[in-house]
């Protein structure tokens, strides 16, 4: 348990914005402020990446602070939930009071998004790896999703799954990118075209514009403000590779020690999450993460999320905006996982909303957010509650 | 082909010497006998630097693949991207080459082989070992 909580939560506008990152990063802190009724003069912390070298300095200076607190740590998707971890030190070491996590992007808008991905020539991965033409990051992933299906024996379809379930909570969504496309069957994600064996396109993420802020502060400060406290229970994070070969198993992923980390320190275990926000940069990821954070054993997650258990109405709600597979995926999705989860802890998710059991009608307890970076990199577990 | 090869940096210089003679290098640590690959300043298992090339079997296992439809520029669609591990215990990102696409599998065992660059060097490629 922690003595900080998140207490406003926002998006940025989404999809094909025209809009520049900074301008993305503009709309969503105030915005998120305003949902905590506080004001840009309460902000002594920042933490982002995605806009420059400099991102927590550029972010500070845009929007005319001096904070006493920043972090840039770049992971990639993950860095967000590495923020809430930050964050809540910073907090309870007293060097913060209030921070904001943000993120931005035009990647749609700017066609900045290549399946190459960014070359940095001095890497290893420069001259080892990029002379045999992987996709990335699809072609890891894709490695993985042979590994899993090899490995286990898993059905293809278990991994069709989880952008058929994404694409139900999607349509329950009115900001989600494939709000109005209509249901996705197995059948579709199996038969679009294949990118990088077994991987089709409909297994990959969206490439849309984006972005979202939260705002944390301490929990006796959190009770006085106007919406109910989101206390951070638990943080843990692992990062494992830059490269393509660096891991002996694709299958077993750094959310192994992250997940074992967060849950201890909250003092909880997989069976008391109520609702899942859960990093998709593909579909495969789902199935990885699922099994490394304990919701079922190795080799098991096409039984978990069987008989439409991820869909609404299922006993494990997953992905509940339509995921980075069918509501926003902005380049580093992560900071909008935990916008969701709050949503879902206060209540708020209109037509999409979980119920923590099915019987009770209430609304949930428990949410756990979970990002991966890179090239299953980097990994990082939140997990929120309200009481 | 040659000139999207980054040139070698001061550790990598010997491996990609050898491959001017299509021999692969791997590194091997003198302490703890660890084979590590890509090379390294420093021995990932027990981070001393008493590190020596030696040539590796090129006998291999394929790890996982994949078969990219969608080609980067310079390259030619379908093409297998794979890891495989070599006999000696490090994986390698490689291509699997002169054989279908769809007769590659995990586990499947593969011998190294090579493909020239232009500037001499060559680059290690694998293909399925022979039956039998
Ligand atoms: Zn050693």
């Known amino acids: ?387 | 082909m040659s000139t999207e090869i980054p040139l070698p940096d001061d550790v990598t210089a010997p491996y990609w010497a050898g491959t001017e003679e299509k021999r692969l290098l791997i590194q091997r640590c003198a302490e703890c006998g660890r084979f590590q690959h890509y090379p390294r300043y420093m021995c990932t298992g027990c981070g001393r630097g008493d590190l020596e090339f030696v040539e590796a079997s090129g006998e291999a296992a394929i790890d996982t693949f994949t078969v990219v439809h969608r080609p980067l520029p310079g390259f030619e669609a379908p093409y297998v991207v794979a890891r495989v591990r070599l006999a000696e215990g490090p994986i390698l990102l490689t291509n699997i080459v002169d054989c279908p696409p769809d007769d590659v599998a995990c586990g499947q065992a593969v011998r190294l082989t090579w493909r020239p660059l232009e500037d001499g060097r060559h680059l290690p490629l694998f293909t399925p070992a022979k039956e039998g």
């Open chain 1, 1 to 387: 348990m922690t003595n900080v909580a998140i207490v406003g939560a926002a998006e940025s506008d989404l999809g094909r914005t025209g809009k520049s990152i900074l301008t993305l990063q503009a709309q969503a802190i105030p915005r998120a402020l305003a949902d905590a009724g506080l004001t840009l003069a309460d902000v002594d912390g920042i933490a982002t990446a995605g806009v420059s070298r400099f991102s927590a300095t550029q972010v500070a200076e845009y929007l005319g602070l001096r904070p006493a607190w920043t972090d840039s740590t770049f992971a990639g998707g993950s860095a967000f939930e590495m923020y809430v971890a930050r964050a809540v030190q910073a907090i309870e070491a007293g060097q913060a009071s209030t921070v904001v996590i943000s993120y931005g992007s035009n990647q749609r808008s700017a066609r900045s998004r290549s399946l190459g991905g960014v070359k940095e020539t001095h890497t290893p991965e420069a001259q080892f790896e990029t002379p045999y033409g992987p996709l990335y990051p699809f072609s890891h992933y894709a490695m993985a999703a042979q590994s899993y299906l090899h490995k286990y024996g898993a059905a293809r379809e278990s991994l069709a799954e989880v952008a058929v379930a994404a694409r139900e909570w999607a349509l329950r969504n009115p900001k989600a990118y494939r709000y109005g496309a209509g249901p996705l069957t197995v059948d579709d994600v199996l038969g679009s075209d294949t990118v990088s064996s077994p991987l089709t396109v409909a297994d990959a993420c969206l490439v849309t514009d984006g972005g979202g802020a939260v705002v944390l502060t301490s929990l006796d400060r959190a009770r006085d403000l106007r919406r109910d406290p989101v206390r951070v229970l638990g943080y843990g994070e692992c990062t494992t590779n830059t490269s393509m070969a660096a891991v002996d198993d694709l299958t077993v992923t750094g959310a192994v020690e992250s997940g074992r980390a967060a849950f201890g320190r909250a003092g909880l275990t997989p069976a008391d999450v109520d609702v899942l926000e859960v990093y998709d940069s593909f579909t495969i990821t789902v199935l990885l993460t699922l099994e490394a954070l304990g919701f079922c054993g190795f080799g098991e997650a096409g039984d978990l999320i069987a008989d439409g258990r991820i869909r609404p109405g299922g006993g494990l709600p997953l992905n509940t905006s339509g995921g980075g597979l069918s509501y926003n995926h902005p380049g580093q999705y992560g900071v909008l996982l935990l916008v969701e989860a709050v949503r879902q802890l206060r209540g708020e998710g209109g037509a999409r909303q979980v119920e923590a059991g099915a019987a009770t009608g209430a609304a949930p307890k428990v949410a756990l957010a979970h990002g991966t970076g890179g090239i299953l990199s980097t990994h990082a577990t939140v997990l929120l509650g309200v009481e």
